[in-house]
């Protein structure tokens, strides 16, 4: 499927890739807008291996949110191939910060760069049935669910497997 465009530049925010001086925002941005948090090590480990697919969003040298994505190999979703997966492992913006477009542009940002940088032939990701703003935000960009992946999460929220061919 062609990508969606997307903008580095959406003035007055801009959008880069991320460094190892912004862990520290990033892990806070977690922490606020998401029950599922990690350590330190782990947002590091993906840094070190998908750099050009972690983003963050800035705006005078404050970071307001980022997109982070893996790789991995499986069965397609869309039909029996076994194929590279790029997976949305944490994508959030601050509240303040909602409804500008950052979303929308650090999701397909990572998208873009795990196509032409790591070959993903397929994008997934994981979404709470509850999360309308995410689910509209991946149903806006041609993501489809695949399955709910029931007691999912830790307090028994089901997920939607979402799957995105690119
Ligand atoms: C989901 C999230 C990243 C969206 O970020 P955002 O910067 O507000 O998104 P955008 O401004 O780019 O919006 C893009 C699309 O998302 C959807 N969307 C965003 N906010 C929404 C809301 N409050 N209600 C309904 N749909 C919404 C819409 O489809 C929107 O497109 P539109 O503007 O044409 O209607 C943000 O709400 C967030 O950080 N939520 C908490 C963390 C989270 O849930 N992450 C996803 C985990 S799977």
């Known amino acids: ?18 460094k190892e001086e912004d862990l520290a925002s990033v892990v806070d941005i977690n922490l606020k807008c998401l029950p599922e948090n990690y350590p330190d090590f782990f947002f590091l480990g993906i840094y070190y291996r998908y750099p050009k697919s972690f983003l963050v969003a800035e705006i005078d040298h404050k ?31 601050l509240p303040d910060h909602r409804t500008k477009g950052l979303g929308q542009n650090l ?11 790591y070959n993903a032939k397929e994008i ?20 489809s669910i695949v399955k709910t992946l029931s007691h999912y999460y830790k307090d028994g929220e089901d997920a939607y497997l979402m799957a995105f061919k690119c």
Do not use: Q
């Not at 970071?63 to 994508?91: A, N, P, T």
């Open 63 to 93: 970071i307001v949110g980022y997109s982070m994505y893996r790789k991995e190999k499986g069965i397609s979703c869309f039909g029996l191939k076994w194929i590279d997966k790029g997976h949305l492992v944490s994508i959030a913006v």
């Open 124 to 143: 997934i990701l994981e979404v709470r049935i509850s999360n309308n703003s995410a689910i509209n935000l991946y149903k806006k960009n041609s993501f």
């Open 1 to 18: 499927m062609t990508l969606k465009k997307f903008s580095m530049d959406l003035t007055p925010y801009k959008l880069r890739e991320f």
């Open 107 to 117: 999701l397909l940002g990572g998208i873009h760069s795990m196509k032409f940088d």
